[in-house]
């Protein structure tokens, strides 16, 4: 099984300075990893995922994320946040190979990042 | 763009009465996910499907909540008899795990649906 650990539940920034959100991943078997966003009422969109390959992926919005398997994290960030990016991020882990729960995803907690004027 | 369509958008209704919340997957994918998101408790998994059959529902509490896919275009939720803790935004997400020589490959990006707002009370 997998789980995931967010380590910040909010995260409060000025516009126009870096932010980081922290995840944390437990699996015993290799792993896809996915950051999900959700704008207030709405449901959750794609931000970006690691599949394999090199371990800086890129996703929308300006948004970029690093896998460290070492660490088991994907730390998501962005070098200047907008006011428009202020909603709930959601880093999300599934297995990569086999089994009935194949495809499955486990999501954090959650972090509501906050941009402040 | 595809989406995942749910409905109702918003239900209200009192304790003890039944309630069933529909979704369409986008076409082609084969697999569902449902899933409640509350303050308290965020996003938990109720129940995945995978070419319609339901591979886990350990989320879900089975006396009262039952999931289905009567055919591809169609997944419900349904909750009888409703309890005010059901209260919460119920999402369903929809993805698609290509086979390849027998076997599932790739990673299941999903599509969430926009949530059905259900308050039980």
């Known amino acids: 099984a997998q789980s995931v650990t967010q380590l910040d539940s909010q995260v409060p920034v000025f516009e126009e300075a870096p932010v980081e959100l922290r995840c944390n991943y437990s699996s015993s078997v290799s792993v896809y990893l996915f950051w999900y966003v959700q704008y207030p009422n709405q449901g959750l969109q794609l931000l970006l995922k690691?599949?394999?390959?090199?371990?800086l992926v890129k996703g929308i919005n300006g948004f970029e994320a690093e896998f460290n398997k070492s660490q088991t994290s994907f730390h998501l960030r962005k070098p200047s946040v907008h006011i428009s990016d202020t909603a709930e991020y959601f880093c999300a882990v599934s297995a990569s190979a086999g089994g009935t729960s194949y495809g499955k995803l486990t999501f954090g907690q959650g972090t509501i990042l906050t941009v402040h004027p | 763009d595809a989406r995942v369509t749910q409905t109702p958008r918003h239900k209200v209704t009192e304790m003890g009465q039944e309630v069933t919340m529909r979704c369409q997957p986008i076409?082609?994918?084969?697999?569902v996910f449902w899933y409640r998101q509350t303050m308290m408790q965020g996003l938990e998994l109720l129940a995945y499907f995978r070419n319609r059959a339901p591979l886990d529902d350990s989320g879900m509490p089975k006396d009262r909540f039952s999931a289905e896919m009567p055919d591809a275009t169609l997944a419900t939720l349904k909750i009888q008899p409703s309890e005010p803790r059901d209260s919460a935004v119920y999402f369903c997400?929809?993805?698609?795990?290509?086979?390849?020589?027998?076997?599932?490959?790739?990673?299941?990006?999903?599509?969430f649906g926009a949530g059905s707002r259900l308050t039980v009370l």
């Open positions: 997400a929809s993805g698609l795990l290509v086979k390849t020589s027998g076997k599932l490959l790739g990673a299941n990006v999903l599509t």
């Open positions: 076409l082609g994918h084969n697999t």
């Open positions: 690691y599949l394999s390959g090199s371990t």
